[in-house]
C-alpha cells in the first residue's frame, strides 16, 4: 500500500502546546497594544539581513520558528490598533473578530458555493441583510458580498455597473468621480479595461464636495458629444477630510441621466450607525451601489470589505459563468453560490467575524464607539482652536481633522509653513510616539488625524499635541 509520512501533521500534544503559545501571544498582543509604540520602521538592507534566505530543504524545531517570528516579524510592523495611531485610516480591530478569523482558517472553510459550505452562505446573506437594512437598501431584493477590502469591491461595482449599463461595448461610455474620491477607484476603472479619456475627474468645491455645476457640464457635454455617462462615483466620508458628497442631488442627477450611481462607503459608511453620521449620509440609501469596509470602521482586522447593491440580479447577472466541474454543485435559486456574485471563486469565510463581533457585542456597542470617535474629533477641534499654535484646515467630520501649526504672532510664508508640518510629522513618526504623516489639502501641507480607534482618548491627543509643539519648538521660539 502505497503511503507517506509526508502528512504535514503534527501530534495532539504538539498542536495543542503551540495553539497555546499562539493565542497566548495574540491576547499579549491585545493586552498591551495601548502601551506599545506605534511606529516600526526599518530599510529593506536591515529587513533582508534579518530574514533572506533560501527556503530551507529540512525542516526545524516549530517552537523555535514560532518563537523567531514573534520576537522578529510581529515586532516589526506599525501597530495599526495603537490609539496613537492616527493616519491614513487605522485598524482597531477586535479580539472575537481575530478569533473568528483564526476559526475560520482552522476549519478551513470554502466560502465560495452553497453546497460546499451552507452555512457559510447563508451567514453571508444574514450578515448582508444586516447591512442592507441599516443603509435603507431593499432587502429582499438587494444583495451583495464580502471582498477582500474597499479596493476590491469598488472594482467589483464598476465591473458590475459596466454590464448592466453598457453589456460588453464600453467604449463609449464615461465615468465621473470628484478629485477627492479615493485612488482605488481609478485604478478599478483602469483595470476594468477604461481609457484615460473615458473618465471624468471633476473638481470639489471649497468643502471638498463635487463641484456640481461642473459635473452638470461635464455630463451634458459628454451626452452632446455621442458618449455614454454610465456611472457616478460618490464618496461617503473622503478619507482625506470625511466629506460626504451631496448623496441626494447626486442620486437626482443619476437617476436623470439614468446613470449608475456607486457610493464608494469604504472609509465613512459605518458612521450610519451614529445620530450624527446617519444625518450626514441621508441619500446613501439612494445609491446603485455601495462599498462598505468592515475592516476600517466597523473594527474587524484585515481583509474584509464590501459591496451592497440594490438588486441582487445584478452580480449574478454579470460575474456567472457554467463550467462544467461546477455543474454538480448548483442550488436552487436561494442558496447562492457567492463565487456567482463576484470575481473570486475560492473565498475564505469573512462572514464570521462580521457576525459573531455583532452578535457578541450587540450593533449598541458599535454605534457607542462609532459617537464616541465622532465626538473625540469634535473634541479635537475644541482643544485646536482653543490654542494659539494651531489652526484648523478642515473641520472634524466623521471622525477625521485636518490642521497645522501655525502659531499666532509669527507671520510664515506657506513655504515655511508647509516644510515646519512636514518636519513635525518626521520627527513624531522617528520618535515612534506616535503616526501622525501629513496630507495636502488645497495645496497646503497639513497634519491629519483619522480618530476611528474607540481607546484613543483626548489625553493621547493633548499629549500628541505637546510633542508636536516640542519638535516645533526646535525651529523657532514659541
Ligand atoms: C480605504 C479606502 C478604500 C480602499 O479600501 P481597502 O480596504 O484599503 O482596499 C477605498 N475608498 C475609500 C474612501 C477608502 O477610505
Not at 491576547?27 to 533582508?48: C, G, I, W, Y
Not at 449599463?165 to 465621473?176: L, T
Not at 481609457?195 to 464636495?209: A, G, Y
Amino acid at each position: 500500500m502505497l503511503k507517506t509520512e509526508a502528512t504535514l501533521e503534527i501530534s495532539k500534544e504538539a498542536m495543542t502546546r503551540y495553539g497555546y503559545k499562539v493565542v497566548d501571544a495574540i491576547v499579549a498582543h491585545f493586552d498591551t497594544q495601548n502601551s506599545k509604540l506605534p511606529v516600526a520602521s526599518a530599510t529593506r538592507e536591515e529587513m533582508d539581513r534579518l530574514f533572506s534566505e533560501a527556503a530551507p530543504e529540512r525542516g526545524m524545531d516549530p517552537d523555535n520558528v514560532l518563537q523567531f517570528v514573534l520576537d522578529e516579524v510581529m515586532t516589526k510592523s506599525n501597530v495599526v490598533s495603537h490609539p496613537r495611531s492616527y493616519s491614513f485610516v487605522p485598524g482597531p480591530s477586535n479580539y472575537i473578530s481575530a478569533m473568528a478569523d483564526s476559526l475560520a482558517s482552522g476549519f478551513n472553510i470554502f466560502s465560495g458555493g452553497w453546497a460546499a459550505s451552507p452555512a457559510a452562505a447563508e451567514l453571508e446573506i444574514v450578515t448582508m441583510n444586516w447591512l442592507l437594512k441599516l443603509f435603507g437598501f431593499p432587502v429582499k431584493r438587494g444583495g451583495g458580498i464580502f471582498t477582500s477590502g474597499g479596493s476590491m469591491a469598488n472594482l467589483t461595482a464598476i465591473i458590475t455597473a459596466r454590464k448592466v449599463k453598457c453589456g460588453d461595448d464600453f467604449s463609449k461610455a464615461v465615468i465621473y468621480l470628484s478629485d477627492q474620491a479615493h485612488s482605488s477607484n481609478i485604478k478599478a476603472i483602469r483595470s476594468a479595461g477604461f481609457k484615460k479619456e473615458q473618465i471624468r475627474v471633476i473638481p470639489t468645491d471649497s468643502e471638498f464636495k463635487f463641484a456640481l455645476n461642473k459635473l452638470k457640464n461635464a455630463i451634458a457635454r459628454d451626452v452632446l458629444e455621442g458618449l455614454q455617462p454610465f456611472c457616478l462615483i460618490a464618496t461617503a466620508g473622503t478619507t482625506n477630510t470625511g466629506t460626504v458628497d451631496q448623496l441626494s442631488e447626486l442620486a437626482t442627477i443619476c437617476k436623470k441621466e439614468k446613470i449608475w450611481f456607486h457610493i464608494d462607503g469604504a472609509y465613512g459608511a459605518a458612521a450610519i450607525l451614529s445620530k450624527n453620521g446617519k444625518q450626514l449620509l441621508k441619500g446613501i440609501e439612494k445609491a446603485d451601489s455601495l462599498t462598505v469596509d468592515p475592516h476600517k470602521w466597523f473594527f474587524q482586522p484585515y481583509e474584509i470589505g464590501c459591496l451592497l447593491v440594490r438588486n441582487h440580479q445584478w452580480l449574478k447577472g454579470t460575474f456567472t459563468e457554467k463550467p462544467e466541474y461546477l455543474r454538480d454543485i448548483e442550488g436552487n435559486t436561494s442558496e447562492i453560490n457567492f463565487y456567482d456574485h463576484g470575481i473570486e471563486l475560492t473565498r475564505r469565510f469573512r462572514a464570521l467575524k462580521f457576525y459573531m463581533s455583532i452578535k457578541t457585542f450587540g450593533l449598541r456597542t458599535f454605534r457607542k464607539a462609532i459617537t464616541y470617535n465622532i465626538q473625540l474629533a469634535e473634541a479635537t477641534e475644541t482643544v485646536l482652536r482653543k490654542s494659539s499654535h494651531w489652526e484648523v484646515i478642515s473641520p472634524a467630520t466623521l471622525a477625521v481633522i485636518n490642521f497645522r501649526f501655525n502659531p499666532i504672532g509669527n507671520r510664515l510664508s506657506e513655504k515655511k509653513l508647509d516644510a515646519l508640518n512636514q518636519y513635525i510629522s518626521k520627527q513624531v513618526v522617528d520618535s515612534k510616539q506616535a503616526l501622525l504623516v501629513t496630507t495636502v489639502l488645497n495645496g497646503q501641507v497639513v497634519l491629519r488625524m483619522c480618530l476611528i480607534n474607540p481607546r484613543t482618548t483626548i489625553q493621547d491627543i493633548k499629549e500628541t499635541l505637546v510633542l508636536c509643539e516640542s519638535f516645533a519648538a526646535e525651529k523657532f521660539t514659541l
